[in-house]
């Protein structure tokens, strides 16, 4: 084959968007959701009284959601272990659903959201986060799709994109077991975890009108 041939393939594998990069996407996606949930509750308030009942409710469903996303992102890692772009993982969470790490990092999100004490904040940062991911999940299929060829494409056509079908659910492998990637999922979700002492001093801070209260969402 001609050697001009070789390196322009060569120069179009190195030129090609690599898994790593859409994964990099996702931490950008959650980094910059987050900070702008800190923005809105800055100038923001719930309707709901922070010593309020429903208030309270809110906040600590909002804790379980962060703590449940969590689990299920460390859950979804040990079945990935660094096989994503080179088998097809279709067990555990796999089974379910095509991107859980998606799913949890959503549930964990709307969590941050309700620290706000509010159902607003709760359903409408769920939300966006989920279409952000949307849009990285549609971009990671197609690259996917080109990488795995047809055992993927017959995946894709089992197996929801994003909301989970249990009756699917399969034990599956977790396949070869790498605490790094552990270790980094974990560290990726204590961005969750540092919102609920952030918002607590933030409501503290309204309360005593340090911060202004420039809105208040139901």
């Not at 322009?8 to 790593?20: K, N």
């Not at 379980?64 to 088998?87: C, D, H, N, Q």
């Not at 017959?154 to 994109?161: F, N």
């Not at 492998?173 to 609920?196: E, Q």
Request: charged share 15%; with cysteine; net charge positive.
């Amino acid at each position: 084959m001609d050697g001009g041939v070789l390196e322009q393939r060569a120069a179009g594998r190195q030129d090609r968007p690599t898994l790593g990069n859409y994964q990099r996407t996702r931490r950008y996606v959650l980094a910059v959701l987050v900070v702008a949930l800190f923005a809105l509750l800055l100038v923001g308030q719930s309707w709901f009284p922070p010593e309020s009942v429903v208030h309270e409710t809110i906040e600590m469903a909002g804790i379980v959601m962060i703590f449940l996303g969590i689990v299920g992102r460390l859950w979804s890692t040990l079945y990935i272990g660094g096989r994503k772009s080179a088998e097809v993982v279709t067990g555990g969470p796999y089974s379910v659903t095509r991107n859980p790490l998606y799913v949890f990092s959503t549930i964990a999100a709307a969590g941050v959201g309700a620290q706000m004490g509010s159902f607003t904040a709760m359903i409408g940062f769920g939300l966006l986060c989920a279409f952000a991911f949307h849009i990285v999940i549609l971009r990671e299929e197609r690259f996917l799709s080109e990488v795995m060829g047809a055992p993927y494409k017959d995946y894709l056509a089992r197996v929801p994109r994003f909301v989970p079908n249990l009756s699917l659910y399969n034990e599956g492998d977790t396949g070869s077991f790498k605490p790094r990637l552990l270790r980094t999922t974990l560290l990726d979700g204590l961005v969750f975890l540092v919102a609920m002492p952030v918002f607590e001093m933030i409501d503290s801070a309204q309360i005593a009108g340090t911060l202004p209260v420039l809105f208040r969402v139901p």
